[in-house]
């Protein structure tokens, strides 16, 4: 098909048989929503204008509460809403709450917005690192909580006491992905 460059250049904008981004993605998420099945998700339209953002999973928590981390070949990446670009994400093995995805933002620093919250830290001395309720000790320590998250009731023994973390961040937000978050 041949097309002059001035009719392309100078087209008009509410011209028929044209899309925007917008209306196809619009379009597009109609057309798969109509051949779902039982128990499909619908396919919104921000689904096809790339509004989503990737976080990487890098390890998983275990009841006791340390993470274990990925190898770099088993880290995996999930979809996340745009607000939490730059985060990563623990995926939670416990029991009540197998498949959780944990995600926090990367520090390397004591962030102090993490103190008294559910949180993320790793110990400065062993490396290791812990996930719970992080409560600030007055000597400037912190002690790694094991609570409960629908009581606030601490269960003890702690999850470690006395630590002195190397970085801490709070878990910004938790969710169960689906399939096709991965």
Not at 62 to 84: M, N, T
Not at 147 to 164: E, F
């Amino acid at each position: 098909m041949r097309v002059k460059i001035s009719r392309l250049i100078n087209r008009d904008p509410d011209a028929p048989g044209y899309f925007d981004a917008q209306e196809l993605a619009v379009d597009l998420s109609k057309f798969f929503n109509d051949f779902r099945t039982n128990g499909d998700q619908f396919i919104s339209s921000n689904f096809f204008m790339g509004m989503a953002a990737y976080v990487d999973v890098i390890g998983q928590a275990f009841d006791d509460g340390r993470v274990a981390l990925f190898s770099k070949k088993d880290i995996k990446k999930c979809s996340v809403p745009v607000r939490y670009t730059g985060c990563q994400a623990i995926i939670t093995k416990t029991p009540s709450s197998n498949g959780l995805i944990r995600i926090f933002k990367i520090r390397n620093n004591i962030y102090t917005g993490a103190d008294s919250r559910y949180g993320i830290c790793q110990d400065k001395k062993s490396k290791v690192i812990y996930v719970g309720y992080l409560q600030p000790n007055s000597n400037g320590r912190y002690d790694i909580q094991d609570r409960s998250w629908a009581t606030g009731k601490v269960y003890l023994p702690n999850i470690a006491t006395d630590i002195t973390p190397s970085w801490t961040s709070r878990i910004e937000t938790e969710l169960y992905p689906s399939y096709w978050d991965y």
